[in-house]
C-alpha cells in the first residue's frame, strides 16, 4: 500500500508537471491575424511594440500582422480572415445599416481626436475653409467625404458647388500638390509631418477643431462579432497587450520609433521619428483610458450621417461600437 500511495503521489506529480507544461508550450498559443489598413505607420506603432516587446506572448498570443486584402481590412475580419483590424468610423458605417450588416464592430479608438483635413500650399491661398472656392480638390469620390468638405464650406459662407472636383487617388502628397491640385484631404502625422520635413509651407484645415461633427473615431480598432462571441477572453487579451503597447509607446516614443522602423525598415526614419513625436499625444489624450470610445462623440457623427441621409438606412444610437473588451 505505501509503495501504491507513493505511485500515485509520484503519478500526481507528474501529471501535474505536463498539465504546466503543455500550458506553456506554443501548443496552446492562439495565433491571431491583425489587418492593417494601409502600409506600416505610426498609427500602428503600438502594435509592433506590443509584439517586440512580447506582450502579446505573455498573453498566450502569437500575432501576424499582414497588408489589407484587395477588399479591405473590414471584410478580411468581418469574413474571419483577420481575428482585428484597422477601420474607420466614417468606413464601417454603410456597413452598419444595410439589411444585411457586416458582422464588424470597433472595440477600441487608436486615436482620441480625428487628425485628418485639408491641406495645401501656402501660395494657393487657402487660409480657410471659404478660400476653397475656385480651387481644385483631389477627390475619391465618396459621398460622406464630398459632404464633409461641402458642411465645412458652407459654415464658413463659402459655395461647394464652386470647388472643382477632380477624381484622383492620391498616393504622394508632396508630388500631387505639385501638379494642377490645390488641396488634398490628408492624415497629418504623416503626410502634413512629411511636407513640414520637406520644407514646405501650408495651410491645414483642421476638421476635428473647426467642427464637433467631425471630431469622430477616426482610425479604430476593429474585430468580428463572431469571433467575440466565440473568444471574449482572448479578445480582452489581445486588447490589454495591445494597451501596453500603444502606452509604451507613449512613454518611450524614440524607442518605439526605433521599434517601428526595424519592423518596416522601408519606411523613412527621419518621417518616422518626427512623425512618431507627433502623433503621441493622440493616442490617450484626454481619454479616461487608452481606447476607450465616448458615446456621444461617436453618436454625434452618425446622427449627422441620418441628418443627411448619406447612409441605406438609419443608424441606430450607439451602434457599431463596444468598450467591453478594454481592460
Avoid at 79 to 85: H, I, L, M, N, P
Avoid at 97 to 122: F, R
Avoid at 134 to 155: F, I
Wanted: hydrophobic fraction near 40%; glycine fraction near 8%.
Amino acid at each position: 500500500m505505501k509503495r501504491n500511495k507513493m505511485m500515485m503521489t509520484a503519478l500526481s506529480v507528474l501529471g501535474a508537471a505536463i498539465f504546466w507544461l503543455s500550458g506553456c508550450s506554443n501548443t496552446n498559443t492562439r495565433k491571431i491575424t491583425f489587418a492593417l489598413d494601409w502600409t506600416p505607420n505610426t498609427n500602428h506603432t503600438g502594435l509592433y511594440v506590443a509584439r517586440d516587446k512580447g506582450f502579446f506572448a505573455e498573453e498566450g498570443l502569437e500575432v501576424e500582422i499582414v497588408q489589407p486584402s484587395e477588399d479591405g481590412a473590414e471584410v478580411m475580419v468581418a469574413t474571419g480572415r483577420a481575428q482585428f483590424g484597422v477601420g474607420f468610423q466614417d468606413s464601417i458605417a454603410p456597413a452598419l445599416c444595410q439589411e444585411e450588416e457586416i458582422p464588424v464592430i470597433a472595440v477600441a479608438a487608436l486615436l482620441q481626436h480625428n487628425t485628418s483635413g485639408l491641406i495645401s500650399l501656402k501660395k494657393a491661398g487657402i487660409d480657410r475653409p471659404a478660400a476653397l472656392e475656385g480651387k481644385k480638390y483631389a477627390t475619391w469620390e465618396s459621398p460622406v467625404e464630398l459632404s464633409t468638405v461641402q458642411r465645412v464650406m458652407e459654415n464658413d459662407g463659402g459655395d461647394f458647388s464652386k470647388l472643382q472636383l477632380i477624381p484622383s487617388t492620391v498616393y504622394d502628397v508632396v508630388t500631387a500638390l505639385n501638379t494642377e491640385i490645390d488641396c488634398v484631404w490628408i492624415y497629418y502625422a504623416w503626410d502634413g509631418v512629411k511636407l513640414e520635413l520637406d520644407g514646405y509651407e501650408t495651410n491645414y484645415i483642421d476638421f476635428g477643431k473647426i467642427d464637433p461633427v467631425f471630431d469622430y473615431y477616426t482610425p479604430i480598432f476593429i474585430s468580428g462579432t463572431e469571433f467575440l462571441k466565440k473568444e471574449p477572453a482572448t479578445a480582452r487579451r489581445f486588447l490589454k497587450a495591445l494597451r501596453r503597447g500603444y502606452e509604451y509607446a507613449i512613454a518611450h516614443p524614440e524607442e518605439a520609433a526605433e521599434i517601428l522602423c526595424k519592423a518596416a525598415p522601408e519606411l523613412d526614419r527621419d518621417l518616422v521619428f518626427a512623425s512618431q513625436k507627433w502623433i503621441n499625444d493622440y493616442y490617450k489624450s484626454d481619454a479616461k483610458k487608452w481606447g476607450y470610445i465616448e458615446p456621444e462623440r461617436w453618436n454625434r457623427f452618425f446622427r449627422w450621417l441620418n441628418d443627411t441621409g448619406l447612409m441605406p438606412g438609419t443608424l441606430p444610437e450607439n451602434k457599431g461600437f463596444t468598450n467591453e473588451y478594454l481592460n
